[in-house]
């Protein structure tokens, strides 16, 4: 069994440098499109049986791309969005970004896990909704390939806590591209990553 865990493909709200972590506001761009195209081109030969979606637009337009191109469906659920930046949202000026990268700092370095943007969500409110649901794709496809398309936020905190070989750090140096890609095998153990962005773990 793998896991692909995939970011979506470039959105209006990235070109925008716009926090929009809700709702169904900013799609792909035409490169996104793009993007998308070519992540299910690329995972065409991967036996890929189940595609599950964050509930972000960008994430399902990406989705649909991807399944429609695999022919498959897909799956939208909340345990895969982005984390809520609370009063942040919809804005894109430097106290918002700065707001974003505290929370960050907060939690990668001084491990405050319940700290949060006014209204927003803490790292243990993500981790609640993220790796229960992880676990439960284990239990209830172990012999499947699963797609779960989400966000480089989300991916950034949650992954080493369902990748057995995963840390900040690697995820510092290697990051999340547009529609990269990181794979997870299931071993005896767990999870391991076995590829990230097309390179060995």
Partial sequence: MKVYFARHGESQANVLHEISNRGLRHGLTPKGRVQAAALAERLQACSITHVYSSPVLRAIETSI??????????????ALKEYDCGIAEGRSDDAAWQMWQELLNAWIVDKQWEDRIDGGESFIDIRERFVPFVDSLIDRHKES????????GVYSMMLPLVLQNVDHELIATRGFDYTGCVVGEMRSTGLVCVEWGGQPC
Wanted: aromatic share 4%.
């Fill in 65 to 78: 791309i991807v399944a429609n191109r695999l022919g498959i469906e897909y799956e939208i659920t909340a």
């Fill in 145 to 152: 390939n699963l797609l779960c398309l989400s966000h480089g």
